[in-house]
């Protein structure tokens, strides 16, 4: 690509220096003739001015003027040479010149200008004045070699400003390729530098976003089974249950035990559905209302607590305002907090709802001093108090649904658990 950004700069500057340049030359060698006429003319002006006005009729020796290069000659009015070099008889330009009027042209290798001498208003002779062309072509050759090298010089200024234009062009087009082949080796840690080009800023940073995208796409794809093991934890442990109560203790009805599996397998099912559309989502938080979140909550957990012997007190929120979230996915951040209650606390259950202004808060509680630490995963919870706390699984699913809401999980151990969830208000009552 540099070569062709050479070549393509340097083929239209050399166009251009030659579309320049011809014309100059032309303009210059008339330039460079006229000025030669011109000198000859003023030379026989000169010349004429010590001419007598009878001179060809007196005897005394007329003095012409002496030059290294310049010829002079005297014609009288019948074109017959008085004094000085010119041909014999008169030529063609001298006669014409002896009727009035100033006459210059080129014989063979010369330049010949000649004046009419006149005296009294008439034509007494012609003074005819004669350069050789050789040194008028010298003064047009280096005036064309001036040009010429004139024109290399932009060639060359113009081959330095294109490589430079070449090296700033294809420099980040460089690291553009190895970004874009960075990102198809599956590292999505792409920072293209930015260019001073416009055209090709746009383009990093079209594609540093694209990288991003890519990178949070793969990051949900591959937290996928991670998060699945846990959600598909309880549905599983249920049937297992039921199929091993079954077995141990079968009843008269097999059908019974059959038809709770099954409603299992629809949980189930629906659990993958709802993580695979979580895991592939876009859409943004809206305004959700929280009571139909927690009556499928009750109606889901109570019966599993009370199997274990506890229970599960959730709060109707009936007057509870709507807050910014995502159904789907609070309503499995808030199975995974009482799941982890039931399974790593003690005493009841509660789930409460309070809000201000600004915030609706979802609080899980139970009467354990804390949850214990899952080794499937150690991230960081914030506790409200400025430390971190290490969680499990479950813990760093729900903090990832609730952080995909704009929301906030804490943790309080003092005395018993106490997470919430605190997700931004929707509406502000006027009270």
Do not use: C
């Amino acid at each position: 690509m540099r070569r062709r950004i050479l070549a393509t700069i340097l083929s239209v500057t050399a166009v251009a220096v030659v579309l320049f340049a011809v014309p100059l030359g032309v303009v210059v060698a008339r330039l460079v003739d006229d000025q030669a006429a011109l000198r000859l003319e003023r030379r026989a002006i000169l010349a004429a001015r010590n001419i007598p006005a009878d001179f060809a009729t007196q005897s005394d020796p007329i003095e012409l003027p002496t030059s290294s290069d310049i010829d002079y000659a005297l014609y009288n009015s019948l074109g017959v040479l008085v004094v000085g070099t010119g041909p014999m008889p008169a030529d063609a330009l001298t006669r014409e010149a002896l009727g009035n009027r100033v006459v210059e042209g080129e014989l063979g290798e010369e330049l010949v200008v000649v004046i009419p001498v006149v005296s009294n208003e008439r034509v007494t002779g012609a003074l005819r004045t004669a350069q050789s062309t050789s040194s008028i072509d010298a003064r047009r050759n280096r005036a064309t070699a001036w040009i010429v090298s004139l024109g290399a010089g932009v060639l060359v200024i113009a081959a330095g400003m294109a490589r430079l234009l070449a090296v700033r062009l294809v420099r980040p087009i460089r690291r553009l390729r190895d970004a874009t082949v960075q990102l198809g080796t599956g590292d999505f840690a792409v920072q293209v530098p930015v260019s001073r080009i416009p055209e090709i800023a746009d383009t990093a940073s079209a594609l540093t976003a694209t990288a991003a995208r890519l990178d949070e796409l793969v990051a949900r794809e591959r937290s996928f089974s991670a998060d699945a093991s846990h959600q598909l934890r309880t549905p599983l442990t249920a049937m297992r249950t039921t199929l091993e109560a079954e077995l141990s203790y079968p009843r008269a009805d097999p059908a019974l035990a059959l038809s709770e599996v099954l409603g299992d397998i629809d949980r189930l099912e629906t659990t993958i559905a709802e993580l695979l559309d979580i895991a592939r989502t876009n859409d943004r938080p809206v305004a959700i209302e929280l009571a139909p979140v927690l009556a499928g909550l009750a109606a889901a957990w109570a019966p599993r607590a009370a199997a274990k012997g506890r229970s599960v007190t959730v709060d109707p929120a009936r007057h509870s305002p709507a807050a910014i979230g995502h159904l789907t996915m609070l309503r499995h951040a808030l199975d995974v907090l009482v799941d982890n209650a039931l399974v790593h606390g003690d005493g009841a259950i509660n789930v409460a709802v309070t809000h201000d202004d600004h915030t609706v808060t979802v609080t899980v509680s139970d009467d354990g001093t804390s949850f214990l630490v899952d080794r499937h995963d150690d991230g960081n919870i914030d506790t409200g108090h400025g430390a971190p706390q290490t969680s499990g699984r479950g813990l760093a699913l729900a903090r990832r649904l609730v952080a995909a809401q704009f929301g906030r999980l804490t943790i309080e151990n003092n005395p018993n658990t106490r997470v919430s969830i605190h997700l931004r208000r929707a509406t502000v009552d006027s009270e």
